[in-house]
């Protein structure tokens, strides 16, 4: 298709995909700009919610980024976080994924077994781990005293206590996640795999040479999702561990929690915000960057 | 993947994976099951029971009378209904828009709108709130609701272009040159082929407007207009706990997304596939 | 056109029965979204000659109604109360945004800090209405007491409160070999009893400990145990914040002996030792005094009620917190209060709701009525002898006159404990020096106050606070 402006079919996509995008727009302009907006100006006060802000520049920003000891700790404990989850969340969803996308006898159940554990939230799946990873008389502790290995204080353990959040995280790999590589899967045409039937290839040829890349717009997906969220986690250390033990689990949208709140310092957790928001858009353009290398789109 | 035909062994093999992920994957569930029927004193027994020795059917009706269950629900369902709906029509035409059209600036707005998702909520929570209240609408449905109609979040816009982006531009070019409407090639050929990726969508977004619970709370101040996730919260107290029911009012609250997810299952097994372009 | 597409797409003609499918599943959606709406349910309607004001409690209490609320609405008849419960964790939320939509409750019960609420405008001043009322404000403990004011307003009156005093496992001092008529009176008795009472099993664990030191912060929440060193350096009359309220002592000599009494005490048991028993502590049966785990502990003033509950044939004794030798005893205090956020749209009938659940035959009323209730913020109602019936509450009474309150450090108060915590927890588990731990504590808290106190100044001279 011809590429330029003057190309009549261009200029009415052009102002086709104005249109489409149209509802995002209204809706970001209505509900959006204000509070982002708002946000970024408190960033640059000092703001308790119920008074008037005060109205301090950069203070904010550089106390968070010279003087603040929790900013650099929060910080280190959502990379670990973040870096070591994604990984093992995203290629356990995507092998799931693959195990289940058959058409053998009761498979729907197993779907569906395999997806209820992601819809289990808040204080009923704190309640469950806490209990699950009870070092004394938690389930976990007693399999691995039943294979004769010792085990650790998970939760209570500051070396363990961010190890045994993303141990929580491998149970929700059947969930949504799995369902959009189901999806995607099935979107694979047949020939395609015949083609290595008839080269006499193997089960792996098969994975690593059409379904990955045939997926790989959708791993891509997940990935750059999942490093999103992760840097946002929160719930599960607010709930379970309150950044404990030691401040191990203080995340940093937790610590940003605390200062919004409880100290009702809304100035400096917007601060934390926007500092949180440019880290995490880094990220994310890096990961487009290598993804225009990696990604194939069949429809390119 | 074309469906396994499969070999006895390799049946057998496959069965047995699948067994072994559910016992591990449902081990939780299991036990909230479990403790939804223990009463206050075995609930934290040492050693653990997985079988209460006497079944407190009695928690799931304390269920319905220590809060207004079927208000919720009612409030709930309607919420979410409406809220799938507004989000699958707007996040799959703003993502036909990023994936399926050419026009200038669309990489770099996708980028802002990918952006959007970057800023932790809690620092726009408060002045989302007094935006609302400027409208008029607070104590209403309508902050919870009215969002999802214009473009129902970068997330389901990311996840529905991706999904439009596999799909070969050739089928795109042959539509044009037909002459058929970008419109109708949204309604008559994206939609259809995307039905696995709308279906997802509808799901996730079931399951997370189900379970939200902050947006009810600063929103909603009538008793009555609470939903369930709000309902579930109450049961949580100061000193004290209530974990059967809890527990109970956990199962049941959870029973509609499995039940629909097991619905939904029909648009993932017979998949559309393509069965590839000649030439 | 239809078909030529579909065979260039090679796609079969089911694809457009599918697309009637979609639309007819989309108008079913409606349909439904248009039932629910026509059953939508609409808010109540308030009876017109009645006063009616909105009451927020939390949730959790077995009543759904609080007490309170059903006595006052039964007593009179010319104001109604509507009582709303919201969740325990999420009230400060609830409240901010009911404050910030300038449609809050009329009565407000809550349990942080006053002075949160007060220095940001969010409650009404009750001075005039104490002073028009004549409302005795001597019959509260003078801890709670203290707590209501800020810049010398009062913002709530106190409702209920927690005491503590020092339980003791009778049955456990019997198979030690210690006398069960005589718990210990100093701390230097507690962890010589302690050694007598602590057992392990046979690879080494810890199974029952004499008593627990709680340093932090998440299990003395879920135990209902009170911070030892800060009970102790209380009794040795530490101080924490200067008079002005401008300084943070944390690092003052009666803590730091404290902190070193606590690590002499905990040098016979390895630290790794004591986190796995710890980790033991659970709620009801399982809750450390109740299951037996711990024999001597300070417990909040529910906990005869609670034991009784959960396990009816535990033998024990409650005394009098040990001390040290010529000083005083100390305890916690924990009030919950009533106040009327600004903008409430009634002040007079929720001023007249708040006189009469602070009032002397309310509060006995409720703790007799209530399961598991909070001590009455009334001393004359704890001075009755209806009250007093059991033998038990005795002792807690003594303990509320000695208390001093956890709001430490008002203006910096959820900064302080955070820091307080995690100093502890550095000190004993972490191995970190007294000096440095409580010195970084202490420089981020005096940190976090000069900025509070410098931007309320600044908020101060820019808005009026009081109509005066």
Known sequence: MQKTTKNPLYKKQAWLGYLFVAPWIIGFLVFGLYPIVMSFYYSLCQYDVLRIPQFIGMGNYRELLFEDPYFWKSAWNTAFYTFIRTPLVVIGSLLLAVLVNNAMKGIKIFRTIFFIPSIITGVVLSALWLWLLNPQYGLINSILAFFGLPGPLWLQSPHWSKPSIILMSLWSIGGGRMLVFLAALQGIPKALYEVVDIDGGGWWKKFRYITVPMVSPVIFLWTVLEVIFSFQVFTEAYVMTKGGPMNSTLFYNLYLYYKAFDDFSMGYASALAWLLMVIILVVTLIQFIVGKKVVYYEGA | ??????????????????????????????????????????????????????????????????????????????????????????????????????????????????????????????????????????????????????????????????????????????????????????????????????????????????????????????????????????????????????????????????????LFQKYFIRGFMMSGIKG | MKVKTAKIMNYPEASFEEFSRLKTSVMTALAIGAAIILFYPRSQARPTDQRTISFWSCSGQKEDVPFIVTAFNAAQDSIRVLSNAIPWQEQEKKVLTAILSDNPPDAVSQFIPIVKWASRMALMPLDELIARDDFDTAAFYPALWQEMKWLGHVFGIPVSSASFAFFYNKKLFREAGLDPERPPKTWDEVAAYTKKLTRYDASGNIIQMGFYPFYKSALTASQNSPSTPLIIAWEKGASFLSADGKRVTLINPQYVEALEWLLDFTKPYPVEKMEAFSAGFGYGDQHAFTSEKVAMMILPDIFPDYIRHHAPELDYGIALTPTFPGCPIASSSGCWWLAIPRGCKDPEAAWEFIKFAASKKVQLDAYS?????????????????????????????????????????????????????????????????????????????QHELDKALTYDEYVRSKMKFFDE
């Open chain 2, 1 to 262: 993947m074309k469906p396994i035909r499969p070999t006895t062994v390799r049946t057998f093999l496959a069965y047995l994976l699948l067994v072994a992920v559910s016992l591990v994957l449902i081990m939780p569930f299991v036990w909230i099951i479990s403790t939804s029927l223990k009463g206050n004193e075995s609930i934290f027994a040492i050693p653990p029971k997985w079988i209460p020795e006497t079944l407190h059917w009695e928690n799931y009706a304390k269920v319905f009378t220590q809060m207004p269950f079927f208000t919720y629900m009612r409030n709930s369902v309607f919420i979410s209904v409406v809220v799938i709906l507004g989000t699958v029509l707007s996040s799959s035409l703003v993502a036909y828009a990023f994936a399926c059209l050419k026009w200038p600036g669309r990489d770099g707005l996708f980028i802002f709108v990918l952006g959007t998702m970057m800023l932790p909520m809690q620092v726009t929570m408060i002045p989302v709130f007094v935006l609302f209240k400027q409208f008029g609408w607070l104590n209403t449905f309508k902050p919870l609701i009215v969002p999802a109609f214009f473009g129902g979040g970068a997330f389901n816009i990311f996840l529905l272009r991706q999904f439009f982006l596999t799909i070969p531009k050739e089928l795109f070019e042959a539509a044009r040159i037909d002459g058929c409407s970008e419109w109708r090639i949204y309604w008559k050929i994206v939609l259809p082929l995307a039905k696995p990726a709308l279906a997802t969508v509808a799901i996730l977004t079931f399951m997370m407007t189900w379970n939200d619970f902050l947006g009810p709370l600063i929103y909603l101040s009538d008793k009555l207009k609470g939903t369930l996730a709000l309902g579930l919260a109450m049961f949580v107290g100061q000193y004290q706990t209530e974990w059967g029911v809890l527990m109970a009012a956990s199962v049941l609250v959870m029973l509609p997304v499995i039940f629909l997810f097991f």
């Open chain 3, 369 to 445: 009525v209530m399961d598991q209730n909070l001590f009455p913020a009334n001393r004359l109602a704890t001075a009755d002898s209806i009250f007093l019936r059991d033998g038990k509450m005795q002792i807690f009474v003594t303990h509320l006159e000695h208390a001093q309150s956890p709001t430490i450090v008002p203006m910096a108060h959820d900064v302080f404990w955070r820091e307080f915590y995690t100093a502890q927890e550095l000190i004993v588990y972490g191995n970190q020096s007294i000096e440095k731990a409580l010195g970084t504590a202490q420089t981020i808290i």
